[in-house]
């Protein structure tokens, strides 16, 4: 049998998941940190791709959501380190470009992506798939 702590930290997706959020936009991130801590995650933001890095090089996570233009490093870049240091997590992209961007982020094995502003109903559709 299950310990209460085992149970609670169970999700919508039936298992327990850590998720990095990187954008930089507080608003953006304060509100995937809400939706997935009610959804039972484990949650870490960043509003840096820098600091994202040093997040990632010292935790592990199932599942990044990563926001594409920030100031700063570029976020091609930020994706490609992500997956040095994180090679078994699934990352999605947020962005307000769209198909711009996508073949792009085909190059670096970016599939899924979701367009800014935000379709949270698509969001949780691709997300179940990748999961």
Do not use: W
């Amino acid at each position: 049998m299950k310990t209460e702590s085992e149970v609670q930290k169970k999700n919508d997706f039936g298992e327990s998941l850590s998720i990095l959020i990187i954008d930089d936009e507080v608003e953006i991130l304060s509100l995937f940190k809400t939706l997935f801590e009610s959804r039972n995650f484990r949650v870490v933001v960043a509003d840096q791709g820098d600091s994202a890095i040093k997040i990632a090089r010292q935790e592990n996570f199932s599942f990044v959501l990563a926001d594409l233009k920030m100031p700063g490093i570029d976020g091609i870049q930020l994706i490609k380190l992500i997956q040095k240091h994180q090679p078994e997590a699934k990352i999605m992209v947020m962005t307000g470009y769209g198909k711009q961007v996508q073949q792009e982020l085909e190059k670096i094995g970016i599939k899924d992506y979701i367009v800014k502003p935000i379709d949270f109903d698509n969001f949780f559709d691709k997300l179940k798939k990748m999961i």
